[in-house]
């Protein structure tokens, strides 16, 4: 079954170290990433996507993601952390031949402290 | 702000009624989809609508309808409702059908079931 999975559902960092929210994926052909994050009463918002290419891929503020096939893993980094990326972070995955449907992992709540 | 519309942002019933979600999608956008975000399952994928069609399904019950109309906005219909549908529902648009094209969500139709 096609799948992505959030190990951690919460991390701790304090403010100025890297953030590192990890995310792997079960996918029949070639994978469709993305990082979304959801602020407290809000929609989801887009970070970034891998598609094809490199395998670094640079989003928005300031967050990066790294593809890894042989570990079939999506991690999301930020080098260095501010409180206000304290958020809860979605890694999701495209499925199926049809359309353009997500499959999401569980959420990661990242929590930076000053 | 995404650009997507998503009314009303609170919605309090009781078992057994029928309510309608309403979705407005960003200027532009072909492609509506519907998510519904519960502390048990997390965030699933119901329904996509391109361009007046269905295109893909996921986990949606059959108590629930949805339809996008010629304008583009969208319409979740949840009837005969049980206390389990109490959720966030978001709607998510892109300009496509393409994996390639992010989706950007509303922020939320927040359903509760008295």
């Known amino acids: 079954a096609q799948s992505v999975a959030q190990p951690e559902d919460q991390v701790n960092v304090a403010e100025g170290n890297p953030l590192t929210v990890k995310c792997t994926y079960s996918v029949s052909g070639n994978p469709y990433l993305f990082w979304y994050v959801q602020y407290p009463n809000r929609g989801l918002q887009f970070l970034l996507k891998y598609i094809t290419g490199d395998n670094l891929v640079k989003g928005s503020y300031g967050f990066e993601a790294e593809f890894n096939k042989s570990q079939t893993s999506f991690h999301l980094k930020k080098p260095s952390a501010l409180v206000s990326d304290s958020a809860l972070y979605f890694c999701?995955?495209?499925?199926?031949?049809?359309?353009?449907?997500?499959?999401f992992g569980g959420g990661t709540r990242v929590l930076v402290k000053p | 702000d995404s650009g997507v519309t998503q009314t009303p942002k609170h919605l309090i019933t009781a078992t057994g009624q029928r309510v309608t979600l309403r979705c407005s999608p960003r200027s532009g956008d072909l492609s509506v989809y519907w998510y519904q975000q519960s502390l048990d399952q997390g965030l699933q994928f119901l329904i996509q609508y391109y361009n007046g069609e269905e295109r893909a399904k996921g986990n949606i019950l059959e108590r629930f309808s949805a339809q996008q109309f010629p304008d583009l906005h969208s319409e979740l219909n949840l009837s005969s409702l049980e206390l389990g549908d109490s959720a966030l529902y978001f709607c998510a648009s892109s300009v496509g059908d393409s994996p390639n094209q992010p989706q950007h969500f509303g922020d939320g139709t927040r359903l509760s079931i008295l």
């Open positions: 999701a995955v495209r499925i199926g031949a049809a359309g353009n449907k997500l499959t």
